[in-house]
């Protein structure tokens, strides 16, 4: 009972502040001129995936259990991906897909290519020469990371000049300060990063008891408990009209956990990281891969209308999360 208590007592904070962190993480992004896709993938992917950082470095070292490390980093990716698809069924009439600006591609590109490693370097195994106790992939990590953040800053600063040139920007927070705006950030930055750092040790408290193993623990519990504010904060941007801060928190967010794995794999001191988990985590790798390169088909594609409750992009991604359960499921 306590345990339940606990949990519904954090995601209660994480609705709450993580509600108010997208309203400010919209007010910087206008008063900056730094633009919402920017903003999307440094300040709220990075506020919003803290939780799995916490819980990547206490599972290599306090704990030593490397597969929830992993676990919890790649199904928080197949997670993000998923809640594309619960934005759409929330958001009216037309596909979310077609109110995102093709700037999303961008980031999205960058979290395939970080994926994709990921896979070949899970494939590898112990066949990859570490640089020391680290892989070498390591170091592509944070190097692809940091070139993702200057692209896409420059890029939305391109498209914002362009703009400028063609139509005057219509302000919606000229009553708020950059001042009040930061603040504000700040208060609610820290009571979603405190309520969530609890969310991993409840949900593997509460996964102990199932019995299966510490793969499908990592990629499943985990990762849902540590990936509720993304979900917070991804569905409050969708009801303000956020669509662009919604969506690129996603794909922010994923390219973020693969810096946290390497983060994860410098304080893994016994080797590589990759070289010492379930090979079985590739399906997570993959499945995150496939989901990103279908939401960028529906980008892409832009479709006007839905066929029924999710647009069909939203339906092929939610169609790869189901797989992706059931074989890590019959892996376990």
Same mark, same amino acid.
């Given at each position: !009972?306590?345990?339940?208590?606990?949990?519904?007592?954090?995601?209660?904070?994480?609705?709450?502040?993580?509600? %108010?962190?997208?309203?400010? $993480?919209?007010?910087?992004?206008?008063?900056? $001129?730094?633009? %919402?896709?920017?903003?999307?993938?440094?300040?709220?992917?990075?506020?919003?995936?803290?939780?799995?950082?916490?819980?990547?470095?206490?599972?290599?070292?306090?704990?030593?259990?490397?597969?929830?490390?992993?676990?919890? /980093?790649?199904?928080?990716?197949?997670?993000? !991906?998923?809640?594309?698809? #619960?934005?759409?069924?929330?958001? %009216?009439?037309?596909?979310?897909?077609?109110?995102?600006?093709?700037?999303?591609?961008?980031?999205?590109?960058?979290?395939?290519?970080?994926?994709?490693?990921?896979?070949?370097?899970?494939?590898?195994?112990? %066949?990859?020469?570490?640089?020391?106790?680290?892989?070498?992939?390591?170091?592509?990590?944070?190097?692809?990371?940091?070139?993702?953040?200057?692209?896409?800053?420059?890029?939305?600063?391109?498209?914002?000049?362009?703009?400028?040139?063609?139509?005057?920007?219509?302000?919606?927070?000229?009553?708020?300060?950059?001042?009040?705006?930061?603040?504000?950030?700040?208060?609610?930055?820290?009571?979603?990063?405190?309520?969530?750092?609890?969310?991993?040790?409840?949900?593997?408290?509460?996964?102990?008891?199932?019995?299966?193993?510490?793969?499908?623990?990592?990629?499943?519990?985990?990762?849902?408990?540590?990936?509720?504010?993304?979900? /917070?904060?991804?569905?409050?941007?969708?009801?303000?009209?956020?669509?662009?801060?919604?969506?690129?928190?996603? #794909?922010?967010?994923?390219?973020?956990?693969?810096?946290?794995?390497?983060?994860?794999?410098?304080?893994?001191?016994?080797?590589?990281?990759?070289?010492? /988990?379930?090979?079985?985590?590739?399906?997570?790798?993959?499945?995150?891969?496939?989901?990103?390169?279908?939401?960028?088909? $529906?980008?892409?594609?832009?479709?006007?209308?839905?066929?029924?409750?999710?647009?069909?992009?939203?339906? $092929?991604?939610?169609?790869?999360?189901?797989?992706?359960?059931?074989?890590?499921?019959?892996?376990?």
């Amino acid at each position: !009972m306590l345990l339940w208590i606990a949990f519904i007592v954090c995601t209660s904070v994480i609705f709450y502040s993580g509600t %108010r962190l997208s309203k400010y $993480g919209d007010i910087i992004a206008e008063k900056t $001129g730094l633009g %919402r896709t920017w903003v999307g993938v440094v300040l709220m992917a990075s506020v919003t995936s803290l939780p799995e950082l916490v819980t990547g470095i206490s599972s290599v070292t306090y704990a030593n259990v490397p597969d929830i490390a992993v676990g919890d /980093v790649l199904g928080s990716c197949v997670f993000n !991906m998923f809640i594309i698809s #619960f934005l759409d069924a929330i958001h %009216r009439p037309a596909p979310i897909s077609a109110r995102a600006h093709h700037g999303q591609v961008l980031s999205a590109g960058f979290g395939i290519l970080l994926l994709s490693i990921v896979a070949v370097s899970l494939f590898s195994g112990r %066949r990859i020469l570490p640089l020391g106790w680290i892989g070498p992939y390591t170091l592509l990590f944070v190097v692809i990371y940091f070139i993702a953040m200057r692209l896409v800053y420059f890029y939305e600063k391109r498209q914002i000049s362009v703009f400028m040139k063609e139509v005057a920007v219509e302000l919606k927070y000229e009553g708020i300060s950059m001042k009040t705006a930061i603040f504000n950030y700040t208060i609610n930055a820290v009571f979603v990063v405190v309520a969530a750092v609890f969310l991993p040790k409840i949900g593997k408290g509460i996964a102990e008891v199932t019995g299966l193993g510490q793969t499908f623990v990592g990629n499943i519990f985990i990762a849902v408990s540590t990936s509720i504010p993304e979900v /917070v904060v991804s569905m409050a941007a969708v009801k303000m009209g956020a669509i662009d801060l919604a969506i690129e928190n996603l #794909f922010g967010s994923n390219i973020f956990n693969i810096f946290i794995l390497a983060l994860d794999d410098i304080f893994f001191i016994k080797g590589p990281l990759l070289s010492f /988990v379930n090979p079985n985590h590739i399906i997570s790798a993959l499945s995150a891969i496939t989901m990103t390169t279908i939401a960028i088909i $529906g980008l892409t594609y832009r479709a006007e209308k839905k066929p029924l409750l999710l647009a069909w992009d939203s339906m $092929g991604i939610s169609l790869v999360y189901v797989i992706n359960l059931m074989l890590l499921y019959t892996l376990r």
